[in-house]
């Protein structure tokens, strides 16, 4: 399966803890899109990152929040010090260097306790 | 900065019937893509539109290009239970970075 892959699917995390989110893109993708979904609401976008570089974090909390894009390796979104206001879905999604189209991962779940 | 919205926000039909949706923009797109999001799972890309006015099929899906660039329709015929599920537009920011922004999203709900 050359899809994007999200892991955990499911990740509880406690007050204060860190969550550490990866996805690996499509084979071949080089640019990556992190987005966030509450329950019944739409996809809220966060960062947009090319191999080893932050293009857009403008839907990214100042505090708390980071990701990375490193030259080898999954992307990772990192989320320290959590709250219970952070528990949602996470997606992010691929795409290549011209086509436009993005294909999503199946999303990592978080519950903060 | 560029908003996507879409209507209706939620649809109830019932099964066999066609269903219609559409997405506008404030600004104007140079790609307009559609995407169909089941419960639990991550959004899958049904249709790519490229250029003003074209059409363009999956299936019993049928999606539209606005002639203004500032909109995009997408068709479901004979609707079937499977094709329950919130339905998004997306497109770029040409205006900034490029990211991908999505609409408000469209909820079917099919009955037998």
């Known amino acids: 399966n050359a899809g994007v892959m999200q892991n955990p699917r499911h990740l509880v995390r406690r007050r204060g803890q860190e969550a550490r989110l990866r996805c690996s893109p499509m084979?071949?993708?080089?640019?990556v899109y992190w987005y966030r979904q509450l329950p019944e609401e739409g996809l809220k976008f966060m960062v947009y990152?090319?191999?080893?570089?932050?293009?857009?974090e403008s839907g990214m909390p100042k505090e708390r929040f980071s990701a990375e894009f490193p030259k080898e390796g999954p992307s990772i979104l990192r989320i320290q010090q959590v709250v219970r206001g952070d528990s949602a879905a996470y997606f992010c999604a691929s795409r290549g260097q011209i086509n436009t189209e993005a294909f999503f991962g199946q999303g990592t779940r978080l519950t903060v306790v | 900065g560029q908003q996507l919205n879409q209507s209706p926000q939620s649809m109830f039909i019932q099964e066999g019937e066609d269903v219609s949706m559409n997405c506008t923009s404030s600004?104007?797109?140079?790609?307009w893509l559609w995407y169909k999001q089941d419960p639990g799972e991550g959004p899958v890309l049904l249709i790519a539109?490229?250029?003003?006015?074209e059409l363009t099929s999956n299936g019993r899906l049928t999606a539209q290009f606005g002639i203004t660039r500032k909109d995009s329709f997408l068709n479901i015929s004979a609707s079937i239970p499977s094709d329950v599920g919130i339905y998004f537009c997306?497109?770029?920011?040409?205006?900034?970075?490029?990211?991908?922004?999505f609409g408000t999203g469209t909820r079917l709900q099919v009955f037998p």
């Open positions: 539109l490229y250029k003003a006015g």
């Open positions: 084979k071949g993708h080089s640019h």
């Open positions: 990152l090319q191999k080893e570089n932050i293009i857009d």
């Open positions: 997306a497109g770029p920011n040409l205006w900034n970075t490029d990211k991908l922004i």
């Open positions: 600004s104007i797109f140079n790609t």
